[in-house]
């Protein structure tokens, strides 16, 4: 199912196509019977603007240009306002969504300077709304929570809620559906005080598809029972009664609940097949595939052979529709299937094909799910440390507060009074600092995870890692290929996996730091050869470290120790314990490291070097502060190479 996709905006599209198509005609016509460049032109040329601004784009600019240039003319300041945001709209319909930001700029400055609120908040809503669709989260998160605080100071219910729900469409789209789903129900309950039944039967939608995604399919069919009614009784959109139907339909499949389910997605396949729909007429074809080769045998009334293949006919047009419509999610959701569906009736070799395919578009996907799974944890590290700072700060007021007002009532004549007060002062300011430096230091973790996270896995080692992946390809060779594709592959995955937690076991990370090395030598045609020895005292599976410790150590050690030689060489990692603390050592035989360059390898001086020294010291500090341990990170230069020493406290886990 697809998040049913509603950028709400104060002034929406309203009429139909042919309406608009209509009033275009009436206006044109005055237009060309008014050349005079007065106001009565200029009110002409935003009207018609406004008429052309979502399916005649390329006109509302050129017609927004002439308004823009006579409003300035005549130095009225609304109308242009109204130009600059009607041009920023069109730009926004042609999928221009930066320079549709840049004019709403232009109209919000405008509104501001008029003193017309309720304008200026549609602006930032429409920047916000730009913003979501360049899938920059954290500066659309920005806009609306302006245009939500604007919104409230002049008390413009509608744009608010028009705010709340873009809000909530971006925290699906960060797969934060806890807060999709408080801000989705704020936005249905200012919506249904407004009474716009068009907007509350898409959020029912949405929040529907939320609840699709937690599991909670009896949900799923009330809200879209609710949203149906809704649409037949006021809006009467085909699409939107296709949208219902679908959910619905997917739920009852979910719920096993096969003969209502076909119901549904039967209708909702001849509504999309009315609008020509491609990609929503491929999701319902695939749920239908879906029925007719996963449902028990004994829900159909025909032979096994036959009704997989009429699932392969329905799965083979929604995979084609699907393709037509490129959209990324649905064809790998497609093709998918399609090889489930393969595998099932019995076809191992087309089935392994359909999977590669699905592989290959879901893999450039999880690259996209990464990078929202980045900046959701950006986003969310923003928000925590805003979070403490304003909390401690507000303690300390209200603390000050209360202190002032006691010495106000207490302080006049009495002398012992006055000296306890002023102890007790002190110790209230002593635990206010205490409290506001421990909130400073969870927001310093927080920063400094994330710059870890991001540091775990250089760009240049994917980018070249994909290279690799080509050039096999390219050549022909299909074993190289897929043994360096599943090897990249496992390390993708217990490197994301890995960086969601603060400590994993030495097993699990010296697997992926392997797993690196045997990607990097292998992309380096052997040049280097590489061993790990851990002490027979240590249980590697129950002692726990920090993830990726040691991997920006490695690197270094391959690229700018070993690489240099002309010669192969050799890198070894080292696993002791040393009474309560483990010891982490790496060590090459590279062309090693200056004396005088350590000091600027750990504060991040060194050009030629990475910064994981210093985000590795910074993780230990850390660790000491909150462990209270004496952790600590050494680099010795020998002779030929160089030696990297970490010493943790020993951690088990139990």
Known sequence: MRYAVCLFCFICAALACAGQAYIRDSLLRELNNHPKRDTVRLNVLIAMANACRYDSAELGIKLTDEAIQ?????????????????????????????????????????????GDSVKAANALNRMGTAYTSLADYPQALNYLQQAEKLADEANIKRIK???????????????????????????????????????????????????????????????????????????????????YYLAIGTAFRHLQRYDSALAYLERSLTMYRSLNASNNVSLSLNEIASIYAFAPDSFFNIP?????????????????????????????????????????????????LAYKSYFAIHDSIAG???????????????????????????????????????????????????SLLVFFLYLRRRNTKTKQVEAELKAEIADTQMKALRSQMNPHFIYNSLNSIRYYNAQNNTKLTDEYLLRFSMLMRQVFENSDHKKVSLADDLNALELYMQ???????????????????????????????????????????ISPKNENGMIRVGISRQSEMIRCTVEDDGVGIKKNNIEECFEGRDKHRPSGFLITQTRINLMNKIQNSNASLRLFPLNNGTRIEITLPLELNF
Not at 176 to 192: A, H, W
């Open 70 to 114: 006579l409003a300035q003319k005549l130095n009225n300041m609304a109308n242009l306002g109204h130009a600059y945001h009607l041009r920023g709209v069109c730009h926004y319909t042609k999928g221009e969504f930066q320079t549709d930001i840049e004019f709403q700029k232009k109209a919000f400055a405008v509104y501001m300077k008029v």
């Open 161 to 243: 809620a028009a705010v709340i729900c873009n809000t909530a469409l971006v925290y699906y789209f960060l797969s934060d559906y806890t807060k999709s789903l408080d801000y989705n129900q704020q936005g249905l309950m200012l919506f249904r005080e407004l009474g716009v039944t068009a907007s509350v039967a898409v959020i029912l939608n949405n929040i529907g598809d939320i609840y699709l995604k937690t599991g909670e399919y009896e949900k799923v069919i009330e809200l879209n029972r609710e949203a149906l009614q809704l649409n037949k009784i006021s809006v009467k959109s085909t699409k939107g009664d296709a949208n």
């Open 304 to 352: 096994k052979k036959e009704r997989l293949n009429t699932a392969l006919f329905y799965q083979r047009e929604a995979l084609a529709l699907a393709k037509e419509a490129a959209t990324l999610d649905n064809l790998s959701n497609q093709w998918k299937t399609l090889s489930e569906i393969y595998e099932k009736a019995g076809n191992p070799d087309l089935a392994l």
């Open 368 to 418: 996209d799910k990464t990078r929202k799974e980045i900046t959701r944890k950006e986003v969310q590290a923003e928000a925590d440390k805003t979070a403490a700072v304003l909390k401690a700060q507000h303690i300390a007021e209200i603390k000050q507060q209360e202190t002032t007002r006691k010495a106000y009532l207490i302080g006049a004549g009495l002398i012992i009074v006055s």
């Open 519 to 561: 990607i990097e030598a292998a992309r380096l045609d052997h040049k280097f050869d590489y061993e790990i020895n851990i002490d027979t005292e240590i249980d590697k599976e129950n002692t726990m470290i920090p993830p990726l410790l040691l991997q920006p150590f490695v690197e270094n050690s391959i690229w700018h120790g």
